[in-house]
C-alpha cells in the first residue's frame, strides 16, 4: 500500500462504446438497448491512436500519480485482446488492444498502472435471473475469471485491480452473497498468485484492501478509501456530450484534500470523447490541479490526518473555517481555502509551533501560540489570497500536533 498512500491522487479513465453514444457508460441498459443492436456500435468505435499517450499525459499535467481504466465495462466490450470473447476492439472497430497501449503509456509517463474490470455484463441473462439460467450464470462467472486471469498474465506488473459490478442485478444479496456468485475468494487469490503486491478493491463481495466509495469523499476508519468521482455533476462516468454542470478546480481541490486529510486517495474521472481525447472542460481543469500541485504537493502526497480542527466536509460548516489540515510528521499543512486576510487564527492547538511558512514561496511569518489557551496567531500575511485555488501554511511543531481538549466551554469567556 505504500506507493498507493505516497500518491493520493489518481485519474480514472472511463471509455468503451458507451463513448460514442455520449449519454453515459449506462445507456444499454438504461435504454435497454438489444445486444445484437448495441454490438453494431463495436464497428464504429475507431479511437485515434496515441489516445491513451494524451490520457496519461492529461494524468501527470494534473499531478496525478496513478491512473485506472475500464478494461471492460458492464456493456461486456473488452478494450483488450481475450480469447474468451469475439466482442474487443482487437477483433471489431480499431482492431487495437487499448489496454495495452494505455499500460504502455501511463508506464512511460512514470504511472502506476490501475485496471478496471466489470464483474457484470448486461448480455448474459445468467446475471439478471441466475435460477432461471443456470448455464448462462456459469458461463458469465467462468468468463470473470478467465479475462481477469489475462488481465493479469499479459500486461506485466498490474498495480490496482478494480473490479465493479459485483452486486446482483435485483440488489437483494448482501456483500458475501456477491463473493459467493463470483466465487470472489478463488478469484482474488489467483489475482494474489499472478500479481503479488497487487492492491484489489472490495467489489467483488471481499474485503481485500481499498474501499471505493462513489461521488462523496469518505475516509475510511479502518481501511484505506480510495473516493471516486466525476468531475460533472452527473452520476454518468462516461462521456456525457451535453453535460452542462462542472465542477471548479477550486471545489475539485477541496475533495482532493480532503481526501488526503482522511488519509485516503482521490479517484478523479475523465470520459474521453468517442475519438478518445480528453474534452476541454477537463483537461482545463486538471492542469489547474496540475499547477496547484507542483508547488504545494507536499501538502497532499503521502500526508494524511491531522488531529487540528479543520472542515471535514466541504461546505459544511466547522469551527475552522478556513480549510483543512493535512499533516506529515511534525508538519501540519493548513490548507486555506477561504483566505482571512492579513491575520489567520487557529484554535485548539496543543502542541508548540515552531515555525509557520507559505507553503508555495517559503516565507516566514511571524506567529503567537498561547500555551494556556491553545490559540495560534499568525500575522503578517498578505491581504490577499497568495495562491490560486487554496493557500497552504506550513505549520512546523515541536511533536505530532494534537488538538487541544476543552473541558470547560465557557473558558475562553473568561480570557
Ligand atoms: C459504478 C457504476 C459505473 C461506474 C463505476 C465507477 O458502480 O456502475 O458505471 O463505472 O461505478 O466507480
Same mark, same amino acid.
Given at each position: 500500500?505504500?506507493?498507493?498512500?505516497?500518491?493520493?491522487?489518481?485519474?480514472?479513465?472511463?471509455?468503451?462504446?458507451?463513448?460514442?453514444?455520449?449519454?453515459? *457508460?449506462?445507456?444499454?441498459?438504461?435504454?435497454? %438497448?438489444?445486444?445484437? &443492436? $448495441?454490438?453494431?456500435?463495436? /464497428?464504429?468505435? =475507431?479511437? @485515434?491512436?496515441?489516445?491513451?499517450?494524451?490520457?496519461?499525459?492529461?494524468?501527470?499535467?494534473?499531478?496525478?500519480?496513478?491512473?485506472?481504466?475500464?478494461?471492460?465495462?458492464?456493456?461486456?466490450?473488452?478494450?483488450?485482446?481475450?480469447?474468451?470473447?469475439?466482442?474487443?476492439?482487437?477483433?471489431?472497430?480499431?482492431?487495437?488492444?487499448?489496454?495495452?497501449?494505455?499500460?504502455?503509456?501511463?508506464?512511460?509517463?512514470?504511472?502506476?498502472?490501475?485496471?478496471?474490470?466489470?464483474?457484470?455484463?448486461?448480455?448474459?441473462?445468467?446475471?439478471?435471473?441466475?435460477?432461471?439460467?443456470?448455464?448462462?450464470?456459469?458461463?458469465?462467472?467462468?468468463?470473470?475469471?478467465?479475462?481477469?486471469? *489475462?488481465?493479469?498474465?499479459?500486461?506485466?506488473? %498490474?498495480?490496482?485491480? &478494480? $473490479?465493479?459490478?459485483?452486486? /446482483?442485478?435485483? =440488489?437483494? @444479496?448482501?456483500?458475501?452473497?456477491?463473493?459467493?456468485?463470483?466465487?470472489?475468494?478463488?478469484?482474488?487469490?489467483?489475482?494474489?498468485?499472478?500479481?503479488?503486491?497487487?492492491?484489489?478493491?472490495?467489489?467483488?463481495?471481499?474485503?481485500?484492501?481499498?474501499?471505493?466509495?462513489?461521488?462523496?469523499?469518505?475516509?475510511?476508519?479502518?481501511?484505506?478509501?480510495?473516493?471516486?468521482?466525476?468531475?460533472?455533476?452527473?452520476?454518468?462516468?462516461?462521456?456525457?456530450?451535453?453535460?452542462?454542470?462542472?465542477?471548479?478546480?477550486?471545489?475539485?481541490?477541496?475533495?482532493?484534500?480532503?481526501?488526503?486529510?482522511?488519509?485516503?486517495?482521490?479517484?478523479?474521472?475523465?470520459?474521453?470523447?468517442?475519438?478518445?481525447?480528453?474534452?476541454?472542460?477537463?483537461?482545463?481543469?486538471?492542469?489547474?490541479?496540475?499547477?496547484?500541485?507542483?508547488?504545494?504537493? @507536499?501538502?497532499?502526497?503521502?500526508?494524511?490526518?491531522?488531529?487540528?480542527?479543520?472542515?471535514?466536509?466541504?461546505?459544511?460548516?466547522?469551527?475552522?473555517?478556513?480549510?483543512?489540515?493535512?499533516?506529515?510528521?511534525?508538519?501540519?499543512?493548513?490548507?486555506?481555502?477561504?483566505?482571512?486576510?492579513?491575520?489567520?487564527?487557529?484554535?485548539?492547538?496543543?502542541?508548540?509551533?515552531?515555525?509557520?511558512?507559505?507553503?508555495?514561496?517559503?516565507?516566514?511569518?511571524?506567529?503567537?501560540?498561547?500555551?494556556?489557551?491553545?490559540?495560534?496567531?499568525?500575522?503578517?500575511?498578505?491581504?490577499?489570497?497568495?495562491?490560486?485555488?487554496?493557500?497552504?501554511?506550513?505549520?512546523?511543531?515541536?511533536?505530532?500536533?494534537?488538538?487541544?481538549?476543552?473541558?470547560?466551554?465557557?473558558?475562553?469567556?473568561?480570557?
Amino acid at each position: 500500500m505504500k506507493w498507493f498512500h505516497e500518491a493520493r491522487f489518481g485519474i480514472y479513465v472511463h471509455f468503451g462504446l458507451y463513448s460514442i453514444l455520449g449519454r453515459g *457508460e449506462w445507456t444499454m441498459y438504461s435504454e435497454r %438497448i438489444p445486444p445484437e &443492436e $448495441y454490438a453494431l456500435l463495436a /464497428d464504429r468505435f =475507431l479511437p @485515434e491512436k496515441g489516445c491513451a499517450a494524451e490520457w496519461a499525459k492529461a494524468a501527470v499535467s494534473a499531478g496525478a500519480k496513478y491512473m485506472v481504466l475500464t478494461t471492460r465495462h458492464h456493456e461486456g466490450f473488452c478494450l483488450y485482446d481475450s480469447r474468451y470473447s469475439d466482442f474487443t476492439s482487437v477483433k471489431r472497430g480499431p482492431h487495437r488492444d487499448l489496454v495495452r497501449e494505455y499500460v504502455d503509456a501511463a508506464r512511460k509517463a512514470g504511472l502506476c498502472v490501475g485496471l478496471y474490470y466489470s464483474l457484470l455484463d448486461w448480455r448474459f441473462p445468467g446475471y439478471f435471473d441466475p435460477e432461471k439460467h443456470p448455464e448462462s450464470r456459469e458461463a458469465l462467472v467462468k468468463q470473470a475469471h478467465d479475462q481477469v486471469r *489475462e488481465l493479469m498474465t499479459e500486461y506485466g506488473k %498490474i498495480d490496482l485491480l &478494480e $473490479y465493479d459490478g459485483g452486486w /446482483d442485478a435485483d =440488489l437483494s @444479496e448482501k456483500r458475501d452473497g456477491w463473493a459467493r456468485f463470483w466465487r470472489a475468494e478463488e478469484l482474488n487469490a489467483m489475482v494474489r498468485r499472478l500479481q503479488p503486491g497487487i492492491i484489489i478493491n472490495d467489489r467483488s463481495g471481499t474485503d481485500e484492501d481499498i474501499e471505493t466509495p462513489e461521488q462523496v469523499v469518505r475516509a475510511g476508519e479502518t481501511r484505506a478509501t480510495e473516493s471516486c468521482m466525476c468531475i460533472g455533476d452527473s452520476c454518468a462516468w462516461g462521456y456525457t456530450r451535453f453535460n452542462p454542470n462542472w465542477k471548479s478546480s477550486e471545489q475539485l481541490l477541496q475533495y482532493l484534500v480532503q481526501a488526503a486529510q482522511g488519509g485516503g486517495n482521490y479517484l478523479l474521472n475523465i470520459g474521453p470523447d468517442p475519438r478518445g481525447h480528453v474534452r476541454a472542460e477537463e483537461l482545463e481543469r486538471l492542469q489547474a490541479l496540475g499547477r496547484w500541485l507542483s508547488v504545494n504537493g @507536499e501538502a497532499v502526497y503521502g500526508a494524511g490526518r491531522c488531529a487540528l480542527i479543520g472542515s471535514s466536509q466541504p461546505g459544511t460548516v466547522d469551527l475552522n473555517l478556513q480549510g483543512p489540515w493535512t499533516r506529515k510528521g511534525n508538519t501540519g499543512y493548513w490548507c486555506i481555502f477561504r483566505w482571512p486576510g492579513k491575520v489567520a487564527t487557529a484554535i485548539r492547538i496543543a502542541t508548540p509551533v515552531k515555525k509557520v511558512s507559505l507553503l508555495s514561496s517559503g516565507k516566514e511569518f511571524p506567529f503567537h501560540w498561547n500555551e494556556k489557551t491553545g490559540k495560534l496567531t499568525i500575522s503578517g500575511l498578505p491581504s490577499l489570497p497568495p495562491d490560486e485555488l487554496c493557500s497552504v501554511l506550513k505549520v512546523e511543531f515541536e511533536s505530532v500536533p494534537e488538538r487541544m481538549k476543552e473541558s470547560d466551554l465557557a473558558a475562553w469567556l473568561e480570557e
